[in-house]
């Protein structure tokens, strides 16, 4: 894997793999389970991802990682798996930011299991201050897409519950998160301002939104409770290519870029679109480190910080706090530029430049 991800600790495996043709159950529903004997295993790692978690950070500590740039090898590989949509049908990752109809840049959160009370938080957060038709009306139009780690059956609830207005799709192999270099940690950290919620409640919500699956035999497709995701951002490699987004003044591309294309699946199809890199990124080091929502709007290039929630003093900390790497949006277009003026360039080389640049912008900076 191209990142690394700290201590040997963290990559510490605690049980010994199972075959690799056969995916662990984790009480996923039949459908799902036919779902995943398609998905292509010949790559996957001899240790078993579903065991591996950082002991050393499991209650005390925040995990071993890092916010490097991934490679574009790493998003070679990426290309290679798939995630389930609400139907349980399996879409290429690629396509959820390189697919047809799909906008320019796409931000993707990986949030943890689905019944995790803090993401629900998080997206219910995202949904008050960021709007599909504020990032689809941006100078390059932009769009955000969610995965999360359980079963795809449990999509519709989770969107109901958060009234997230993205499209959320589901990695029960958790293949993409470890391509990524997120690791596992039931630490919660520090309460970050997206949580405006007492923990208690959003503990309680969790449980009872379980204990309702139970008669569907939902209750235990949530996802790994020590997974924990981040958040991506994947940009054309030369912002300056003449390659149009998706008209946007269309309803019915806005529709598909909502999720709700072909037969209501959320499947955009396949497709060969511009290359793709990774301009920026955060990996949560416990379960309440997502990106805050100024950090985000920023570098998704949006006016303004977000609807504030009620804890002044929490808010004036996520103004301030920057956890990722990368380049805000406004520094991505002066390398473009620069790019532009030297005949475009090649891959490898404004990706050098890229990471030479974010260099200056790390976190906690």
């Not at 036919?34 to 010949?42: G, N, P, V, Y």
């Not at 977000?306 to 301030?320: D, E, F, H, I, S």
């Not at 475009?344 to 906690?364: K, P």
């Amino acid at each position: 894997m191209a990142i690394a991800s700290g201590s040997l600790a963290a990559r510490e495996v605690s049980v010994a793999s199972t075959s690799n043709d056969t995916p662990k159950t984790n009480g996923l529903d039949s459908k799902t389970l036919a779902a995943l004997e398609k998905i292509d295993t010949s790559r996957t790692s001899e240790q078993d991802y579903t065991d591996r978690v950082d002991h050393t950070a499991e209650f005390n500590g925040d995990v071993n990682t890092n916010d490097e740039i991934p490679t574009q090898e790493t998003l070679a590989r990426l290309e290679k798996l798939v995630v389930l949509d609400k139907d349980g049908i399996t879409i290429p990752f690629r396509d959820l930011y390189n697919g047809p109809n799909v906008a320019r840049r796409v931000l993707i959160i990986f949030i943890r299991h689905f019944f995790c009370g803090n993401c629900q938080e998080y997206m219910r957060a995202i949904a008050s201050s960021i709007t599909p038709s504020d990032l689809l009306h941006l100078p390059t139009p932009t769009f955000i897409a969610v995965v999360g780690c359980g079963s795809p059956a449990l999509i519709s609830m989770y969107q109901e519950a958060t009234s997230c207005p993205f499209p959320i799709y589901a990695d029960p192999t958790k293949k993409t998160y470890e391509e990524l270099g997120m690791l596992r940690t039931l630490n919660l950290g520090t309460h970050p301002e997206y949580m405006r919620r007492s923990l208690m409640s959003a503990m309680v919500t969790s449980f009872v939104q379980s204990l309702k699956q139970i008669k569907g035999g939902k209750a235990f497709q949530g996802g790994g409770y020590h997974q924990v995701g981040g958040e991506f951002l994947f940009e054309p490699v030369n912002m300056v290519t003449p390659i149009c987004s998706p008209d946007v003044s269309s309803a019915d591309n806005e529709r598909k870029m909502l999720g709700e294309g072909i037969g209501g699946s959320g499947y955009l199809g396949s497709g060969v679109g511009e290359e793709k890199r990774v301009t920026w990124c955060h990996r949560m080091r416990n379960t309440r480190d997502h990106a805050e929502i100024p950090e985000l709007r920023e570098v998704l290039g949006l006016d303004g910080c977000g609807v504030p929630g009620r804890n002044k003093r929490r808010w004036t900390l996520a103004l301030g706090k920057r956890k990722g790497t990368g380049l805000t949006e406004t520094e991505r277009s002066s390398v473009s530029m620069s790019l532009s003026r030297n005949g475009g360039g090649s891959t490898r080389q404004s990706s050098e430049l890229l990471m030479n640049s974010s260099n200056m912008v790390r976190s906690d900076a």
